[in-house]
């Protein structure tokens, strides 16, 4: 995305529309001094405020992000554009979220390790034992929870028999035999079962 170009584009649909930078601002519950850096190429408006902003500037969203009016006949095009750029940006952050997933993994197993090691050879009191024993285990049944609810949400499950990519119930993945990624499931198209590799995109 053109940052530059689409600040000029938004000056210049602003101006057509008679309104000043103050006057948006005010519409847009937000302060001029937002709207100058739009302006200026040196940020872009939040995604929360786009479709009020395209709706003040008789513009779509489409147009917004290419910096310029799309024909009709273009705009087919462009809105594959922008479809690869949300693409492009829905598998980043599910690239990231799944890196999250490996740190809390390695985490908690190793204070579970930790614990399990410490309390078998560190002389303590029973009691202690049984304490640190508790911690160590419920530490990693928290970190797996939360490592299978970050796979659940990331990405989607690909079918290898009909190609087919859905998100299934978190109750299934967690039921599911894996090998790294790859859970054996259903799949809820054609039926088939088998693992089922992670992919991060539609
Ligand atoms: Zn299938």
Redesign the pocket.
Known sequence: MNQEKIGKFIASCRKEQGLTQAVLAERLGITDRAVSKWENGRSLPDASIMPELCDLLKINLNELFSGERVAMENYNETSDALLLEMKKQEELANKKLLSLEVVIGYMASITFLVMIFVASYVDMPAWVRVVMIAVGASAFAVGVTNCLKIEHDAGYYE?P??G?KYVPEMKTVVMARHIGTSRKMK?P??G?KAYHKKVLTK
């Open positions: 079918c028999e009909c087919e799949c198209y054609c088939n």
